[in-house]
C-alpha cells in the first residue's frame, strides 16, 4: 500500500522522494522506457532506473501536469505518419507525428531533461 505521504519509495532500496519534484531532480534516477496503454494513457507507465538497480514504474498521470501543449485527438499508431516510438519499450525519441500519444512523447522530453 502506497504512503500519500510521499511520491516514491524504491522497491529495492526503499528510498523515498516525498515530492515529485525531488524523485525528477535525483541524479541517481534515469528514465529508461515507457510502456503504452494504448485506451487509456495515462494509465501507461514511465519506466525509471534507480541507482540501487531497481527499475520503477510510474503511471504517466503522475507526470500529465508537466506538459501543457497540444493533445490530438486522434491516434497516428500504424500509420505512414508513426514512426512506431510507442510500440518499443526502450524508445525515448522525440515524435513528430499529430497522435494523441504524442504528447506523451513530449512529457519523456521533459523528464529526460
Known amino acids: 500500500m502506497r504512503n500519500e505521504n510521499i511520491f516514491k519509495e524504491c522497491t529495492v532500496c526503499g528510498f523515498t522522494w516525498k515530492y ?3 524523485f525528477i531532480n535525483d541524479d541517481e534516477i534515469e528514465i529508461v522506457g515507457y510502456q503504452v ?3 487509456e494513457l495515462t494509465e501507461g507507465f514511465m519506466l525509471f532506473n534507480h541507482s540501487c538497480c531497481a527499475t520503477l514504474a510510474i503511471k504517466v498521470d503522475e507526470f500529465k501536469d508537466l506538459y ?8 497516428a499508431t500504424g500509420s505512414e ?7 518499443r519499450e526502450d ?5 513528430s507525428a499529430k497522435c494523441e500519444c504524442a504528447y506523451v512523447r513530449e512529457i ?4 529526460k531533461r
Not at 524508445?91 to 515524435?95: F, G, I, M, T, V
Not at 519523456?108 to 523528464?111: K, N
Request: hydrophobic fraction near 30%; proline fraction near 7%; charged fraction near 20%.
Open 20 to 22: 515529485r519534484q525531488d
Open 37 to 39: 496503454h494504448f485506451k
Open 68 to 75: 501543457n501543449g497540444p493533445i490530438f485527438q486522434e491516434a
Open 81 to 87: 505518419e508513426c514512426p512506431g516510438y510507442c510500440l
Open 91 to 95: 524508445s525515448l525519441d522525440h515524435c
Open 108 to 111: 519523456i522530453q521533459i523528464l
